[in-house]
């Protein structure tokens, strides 16, 4: 799969946008491998070990749908609530004929959605869960949430201390005050970091 160019037919090289994509999405790629090698390493059953080479795909395209998003600070001026880009993402990907990466791409915003949570919250999304299942789709949910697209912090990695308050806003915003990006973030610090 050649992702650049899969890339390059929604996002302009040269431009704001394409450069807050691309940084982003090559920030993410690299934990994410670095994650999967690490646990990879641990693990001796060869059937449970993350696919490395779908990884790097896949996180290179898991923000494929924001350029759909109504979201200025980062220079994207499509129509949709920017909590949207991770199906519309999927729709996008769908329709490429990669349905296995456009589920990274729906699966990865906040640390999953339930669909409880988008009735709760009235989500601008289609009612179903919105979970990452497997190793991979967790591995790159994780290294997501270290890294900012907003132009003071992109590139920086965040700290865990700064991702788990992130995941605590995260919870008052979208689950009803209850710490379920919380409790599951901190379960994979334990799976993928100790």
Known sequence: MDTKYII????????????????????????????????????????????????????????????????????????????????????????????????????????????ENIIINNLPLPCRDMLPITIEEEIICFADKFYSKKSKSSGKEKSIEQVMENMKKFDRLFSNSSTYHFDRFARWIQKFLI
């Open 8 to 115: 390059n037919q929604f996002y302009k090289p040269g431009t704001k946008l394409y450069d807050i994509f691309m940084e982003h999405a090559e920030c993410v790629t690299n934990k994410s491998i670095d994650i999967a090698f690490r646990i990879a390493h641990l693990n001796s059953d060869t059937d449970s070990k993350p696919d490395t080479e779908f990884i790097q795909e896949a996180a290179m395209l898991h923000d494929i749908g924001i350029f759909m998003t109504d979201s200025p600070s980062i220079h994207c001026m499509g129509k949709h609530h920017y909590v949207c880009h991770g199906y519309l993402g999927r729709e996008l990907l769908d329709s490429l004929g990669f349905p296995r990466h456009g589920l990274v791409s729906e699966h990865h915003t906040g640390t999953g959605i339930t669909a």
